[in-house]
């Protein structure tokens, strides 16, 4: 599994990169493609990304970043109707899974059970030595 460094501080923020022609990030994408009206959402989660390197989850309140599956432990990063669903490993590591767009007032199931079986390939792919990370201009070799 390809992970994408998007912030690296006191800790690291990864995303997880879909392999294919050419190798995506969903998270990336889901940022840079939303519509004029979130834009500055979307653009707002950079300094989110570099909180979190330097200050972990202390340096973000519970309304910029919380936990949404306690059982799972699956997080996410919060700006205006736009989501981040994540995950953290050892080490000071969190992992973006994908995006997502508010819907109603509860969080969308069907969300937390994509960043779960994200979680889950995650870590198959830590225990077998498969983790690879890659900077931006990287990601495409």
């Not at 969903?26 to 979307?42: C, R, T």
């Amino acid at each position: 599994m390809k992970l994408l460094v998007v912030e690296k501080d006191n800790r690291e923020v990864l995303a997880i990169l879909e392999d294919g022609e050419p190798t995506t990030c969903p998270v990336i994408e889901f940022l840079m493609s939303q519509p004029k009206d979130m834009a500055k959402s979307a653009k707002g989660f950079k300094a989110l990304f570099e909180r979190y390197a330097a200050h972990g989850r202390q340096g973000l309140t519970t309304h910029l970043f919380h936990e949404v599956d306690k059982n799972e432990k699956i997080l996410e990063f919060i700006k205006g109707r736009l989501r981040i669903f994540c995950f953290e490993d050892a080490g000071g590591i969190v992992i973006l899974s994908h995006g997502a767009v508010k819907k109603g007032q509860k969080v969308d199931r069907a969300e937390v059970s994509k960043a779960i079986r994200n979680k889950a390939l995650y870590l198959e792919a830590k225990s077998s030595g498969q983790l690879i990370r890659v900077s931006d201009g990287e990601k495409n070799e």
